[in-house]
């Protein structure tokens, strides 16, 4: 006992760990004593032991010192000692990435393989491929044949895996070991077997006619390893996943089959693998999961922690898409609510939170609020998404799950648990205006004690933008003002920005704003000056467009195309001063309303970012053209591009519309399937619609099998600013020449063929940007009755009003505001706000009136735009 | 170290051991020589190109012999001076049959001699003039004066034997004087 209790001591310590003080340049020392003869095998090893404790400690080696460690080491292999001769295979493959001409080791190394000594040969083989590369694969090729099938396990094995390596540089070699693999897959060994069918699989993995075959077989062969059976379980699932997406086949096929039967396997891992594939796929039914959820239920009251886990968490994941497939399991998951184990009972308790009723709410917070400070931040923030979800789900519960949120963020935890509270807050607070005085005032309250600068301005920015809306807006102001006295400077940056929006917006705040904004004008900070000085004197302009454009706003350029164009500018000095309208203006991420956001899915903010400078990687590929490089500035580029083909035909060809201030440019990507030919001067030729006119193609210069390839097509828009629609028709055209499957050497003679492509539209929305308005009603305003247009519309084919303004945004191509694109449940009318810039860069907005009636939605559409023209093409748009 | 082990190196019982660095150009026999040397049973039959290096260990009367058999292949060559520092004798193999490349061959002894490492020390070097069964092999003695031997070597022992290494022909004479050059540099010192 009391040696145990000094470990433990120790170890706290830090003092347990040997090699805790050691030094690279020691050790290289040390590692000297390999070339001393005779050997010394305990303490070469000792030595050899320090080497790969500092090498897998991240220390950086570099090449010199690396080889000449290498070289003494490698004079170990005169030593008899099995502990040193394993160190120095460990060495080998540790030292084989840094380390120069490690195929000095080659022979010494086939010698063991092909030795006597079982215990060295197989460590020798994982060694001897680390070094291989593919020019001297061929030299050993034949002693990898003969492992591969040697009768002992560990040898087999070792080879195996080192060729699935090896496998992934060397597809060809690899490739012609099929047979011996083959032979492997019937071994007794449970291990061989299932690597043996893992190397299989990965010859085979690019073709997947062969995969198929591969999975039929062996899914009739019984196999004996529960390994191999785990593996065949995740094919099947993928190919299914694979079949379900290209061919829509529905799950009643033989390998759906084959997964169903592993439930019944006499593993427990090839019955949750496969249970954990069924749940998994994308279209499950419920019928499916039948089969599949009463077996993570027994594993649920299973005696073994990580059966429990593993069922726990996978039906989590079910909670999500099929909640009431798990209601069943309600029982055993409030058993598990007092496991000892804390990461099944957070598990059990979201789950639960997700498949629970309205009424069991308020129960179940409590006893979230327990435990929540038993666990770790990975998992308290898993709950925090499960009451995000479930405050979307019963908005009514709001109040109770508010007040959790507001006492959890007053506990300690890290920036990502703090990040995940205050994000959901500012998501229930947008998706329910009932929450939203509650929500803000938890976040006042948060800002006064907040550690984090990140989270402060975001909140800031939020209280600027909701907080004036609010009935009594002059109560945040004070919590606003006390961050100027006590914050660092970017969050005082923020505090005088939120400060200005209230003044913009409220007329009898803005005396008080303005003194309060006079007072940071000597702040110790520039930018914080900066900011206060150009709000107050904007605020007191006392003018309404000035507010809204410079206050209420914001900047609505692309940053990456501000930055591109200032350089511009900077490298060309002119005299006539920079022009912000020249800038392209910034896509508003294109976020579908109705999907439903998941918790644990953080792709969200991610893609946005991508669609964000999606559109500054096309300016840039357009603009090192040299045909398309006077064209201007590029105004907007197509978010997805269209398919003018089928998916599995010989040619795929998709088309991303750009448009200039007087030019399209169309972008075809042409991939090219048949492995025969090889495709050449390859254009994509338009029969144009009235007034369009084609001015150029740039064709492709080769299209080889699977190598995507860009052909552009420049058309002149209409002269007439009314005239901006039209459909192409288009037809590829390119010079064929057949090529050897293998090489991808082409035949000398070619002959034209063309292939015909589905029909481009150019619709309205091609020509508007959209761009998001904080504020519509000021942007309205502001516009002015000068250019208004207004008709009105019965639209017939639409059911519900959800349907109605998908469809108009779509039409339109601009920007709800106001979060105007959700409709409230239950209502019969709706106005959607819309706001887009027009090519050209004249601003539309666009206010819609909706009504529900028994024929379909009737729409009073009103547009407002700063150029006649312009709102005579966006009243056309719907029709 | 045993205090019975100390005791027999004091008697001179102890097994002497000595490094042996096998050194030449390619195909000219190294490893077939080293495999001849072997114990019948474990001699393996096939010999093929070596890659980089092996190791063995083969007895000889009193010494217990640890050759690095090297590889012969020119983009291996430069590899064999990591190995130069701790042997104790050379045994550099020529291909007798192969008068064209006497000349590489010599070559690469002179960088060999050349280098920090032989250069200052006294170290015995065995030839092997290999392949004495075939009809174009030159005699040992016209292998030295190819080589020139006698102008490029003055400060180390040196011998050259004719021998067939397939049927270890010669070897057993080329060994007996490495032998007894090492025991005699070692019972100096």
Known sequence: MHMLRRDKKEEEDGGGNPFHNIEKSSVLQEARTFNESPINPRKCAHILTKVLYLINQGEQIGTTEATEAFFAMTKLFQAKDPILRRLVYLGIKEMSKIAQDVIIVTSSLMKDMTGREDQFRGPAIRALCSITDTTMLQSIERYMKQAIVDKVNAVSSAALVSSLHLSKCSQDVTKRWVNEAQEAVSSDNIMVQYHALGLLYHIRKYDRLAVTKLVTKFSKHSLKSPYAYCLLVRLCYCLLEILCFVYFIRTDSPMFDFIENCLRHKSEIVIYEAAHAIVNLKNTSAKELASAVPVLQLFCSSAKPTLRFAAIRTLNKVAMKHPAAVTACNLELENLITDSNRSIATLAITTLLKTGSESSIDRLMKQISSFMNEISDEFKIVVIQAIQSLCSKFPRKHPVLMNFLSSVLRDEGGFEYKKAIVDSIITIIEDNPEAKEAGLAHLCEFIEDCEHTVLAT???????????????????????????????????????????????????????????????????????????????????????????????????????????????????????????????????????????????????????????????????????????????????????????????????????????????????????????????????????????????????????????????????????????????????????????????????????????????????????????????????????????????????TMKTLEEAVQNIIKFMGMQPCERSDKVPEGKSSHTLYLAGVYRGGHDGLVRAKLALSDAGVTMQLTVRSTDPDVSEVMATAIG | MGFLSRLAEIMGFKKKEANLLVIGLDNSG????????????????????????????????????????????????????????????????????????????????????????????????????????????????????????????????????????????????????????????????
């Open chain 1, 458 to 796: 975001k909140i800031l920015h939020l209280l600027g933008r909701e907080g004036p809306r609010t009935p009594t807006p002059s109560k945040y102001i004070r919590f606003i003002y006390n961050r100027v006295i006590l914050e660092n400077a970017a969050v005082r940056a923020a505090t005088v920005t939120a400060l200005a929006k209230f003044g913009a917006h409220c007329e009898e705040l803005l005396p008080s704003c303005i003194v309060l904004l006079e007072r940071c004008l000597l702040d110790t900070d520039d930018e914080v000056r900066d900011r206060a000085t150009f709000y107050v004197q904007t605020l007191k302009q006392q003018q309404k467009s000035l507010k809204s454009t410079y206050i209420l706003n914001g900047l609505q350029v692309s940053v990456v195309g501000l930055e591109r164009a200032l350089h511009h500018y900077t490298m060309e000095p002119t005299e006539t001063p920079f022009d912000v309208k020249s800038v392209p203006l910034e896509t508003a991420p294109i976020t579908d309303s109705k999907q439903v956001r998941e918790p644990g899915e953080a792709g969200g903010q991610k893609t946005e970012k991508v669609a964000a400078s999606r559109q500054d990687i096309y300016a840039e590929q357009l603009s090192s053209i040299p045909e398309f490089a006077n064209l201007g500035n590029l105004f907007k580029s197509s978010s997805l591009p269209v398919q003018l083909t089928e998916s599995e035909t010989e040619y795929v060809v998709q088309c991303v519309k750009h448009t200039f201030s007087h030019y399209i440019v169309f972008q075809f990507d042409c991939s090219n399937t048949l492995n025969d030919q090889v495709l050449e001067n390859v254009t994509v030729h338009m029969e144009p619609a009235d007034g369009f006119q084609v001015l150029k193609c740039v064709p492709c210069a080769s299209l080889p099998y699977n190598k995507p390839g860009t052909t552009y097509t420049l058309v002149h828009l209409p002269e007439d600013p009314t005239l901006v629609t039209g459909t192409f028709s288009c037809t590829l055209k390119f010079i064929v020449k057949d090529c050897d499957p293998n090489t991808g050497e082409p035949d000398d003679e070619g002959y034209e063929d063309e292939y015909v492509l589905e029909d481009v539209e150019v619709s309205v929305a091609d020509h508007v940007q959209r761009v998001m308005k904080p504020n519509f009603g000021v942007s309205w305003e502001e516009v002015g009755l000068e250019n208004e247009l207004e008709d009105t519309y019965a639209l017939s």
């Open chain 2, 30 to 189: 190294k490893t077939t020589i080293i495999d001849q040397l072997k114990p019948e049973d474990k001699r393996s039959r096939d010999v093929a190109p070596t890659v980089g290096f092996t190791v063995d260990r083969f007895k000889n009367n009193s010494l217990q012999f640890t050759a690095f058999d090297m590889s012969g292949q020119g983009r291996y060559r430069n590899l064999w001076e990591h190995y130069f520092k701790n042997c104790d004798g050379i045994i550099f193999v020529l291909d007798s049959s192969d008068k064209l490349r006497m000349a590489v061959a010599k070559d690469e002894l002179d960088q060999a001699l050349k280098h920090e490492d032989i250069m200052k020390r006294r170290i015995p070097i065995l030839f092997f003039a290999n392949k004495m069964d075939l009809r174009e092999s030159m005699t040992s003695v016209r292998c030295s004066m190819v080589m020139e031997l006698e102008k490029s070597i003055r400060d180390k022992p040196w011998h050259i034997c004719s021998s067939n290494a397939k049927t270890g022909e010669g070897l057993h004479e080329g060994f007996e004087w490495l032998t007894d050059t090492l025991k005699s540099m070692l019972n100096d010192k």
